[in-house]
């Protein structure tokens, strides 16, 4: 009798062991779960915005690339610019010249 008593207390502390441990890790596995879903979501969230700020990044090279584009023209601009301003300046000292030739020309003859 004292041997079924023992085996009998024994495989009943058994059960409940087990079914302790079948509650502990269901709701470890209900946890990782949760866990897992908060995760996806998260990678999800960021994948949205890291294409985002890919989409910015690209057109804010399309922007450089259309500025620089435009500071090339600028800059060949003020070169020719600068070509002609120093034509201009080249003339204009040729003609103040003949203007004084002429005007000693003309004290000359009066």
């Not at 470890?28 to 908060?38: C, P, Q």
């Not at 910015?56 to 399309?62: A, E, F, K, N, Y």
Request: glycine share 4%; aromatic share 6%; with cysteine.
């Amino acid at each position: 009798m004292l041997i079924e008593w023992v085996i009998t207390t024994t495989l009943a502390s058994l059960c409940v062991y087990l079914i302790i441990m079948v509650f502990y890790y269901k709701t470890l596995l209900k946890k990782e779960k949760l866990g897992s879903v908060i995760v996806k979501s998260t990678l999800g969230d960021a994948e949205v915005v890291i294409r985002k700020y890919q989409v910015q990044l690209q057109r804010s090279l399309g922007n450089i690339d259309i500025l620089s584009d435009e500071l090339t023209k600028v800059k060949n601009d003020l070169k020719s610019l600068r070509t002609r301003n120093s034509q201009y300046r080249m003339e204009s000292d040729k003609l103040r010249q003949q203007i004084k030739e002429l005007q000693g020309k003309i004290e000359a003859l009066l």
